[in-house]
Nanobody
Framework: QVQVVESGGGLVQAGGSVRLSCTAS???????MGWFRQAPGKEREGVSC????????YYTDSVKGRFTISRDNAKRTLYLQMNSLKPEDTAMYYC??????????????????WGQGTQVTVSS
């Protein structure tokens, strides 16, 4: 069975940092991967996505310069380094796996496998 598991969330003060990790099993890891988030009362949005090789990345404008997505295919692990956190970053963060042939971009509808989410709360 396919399992996508996030970890690393928690409570952090504004201006602080946190690194999220995601491990996937039961599927090839050589595919588009992404981080999405959903805050209370808001729609889920793409935060950052990365191609199978790690060459192509996407960041939503609000996190550019603060967040960095990376992956270690040998470890089958996806990361999201989040720096200079703001209260507006508070959300449930989800790891998701897209198409094995690429082309998923950061379109939520192109991601088929989802983790359970990890909560990131940024206090002011």
């Amino acid at each position: 069975q396919v399992q996508v598991v996030e970890s690393g969330g928690g409570l952090v003060q504004a201006g602080g940092s946190v690194r999220l990790s995601c491990t996937a099993s039961g599927l090839t890891f050589y595919r588009d991967m992404g981080w999405f988030r959903q805050a209370p009362g808001k729609e889920r949005e793409g935060v950052s996505c990365i191609s199978a090789t790690g060459y192509t990345t996407y960041y939503t404008d609000s996190v550019k310069g603060r967040f960095t997505i990376s992956r270690d295919n040998a470890k089958r692990t996806l990361y999201l380094q989040m720096n200079s956190l703001k209260p507006e970053d508070t959300a449930m963060y989800y790891c998701a796996a897209g198409a094995p042939v690429g082309g998923s971009g950061c379109n939520i509808n192109a991601f088929d496998y989802w983790g359970q989410g990890t909560q990131v709360t940024v206090s002011s």
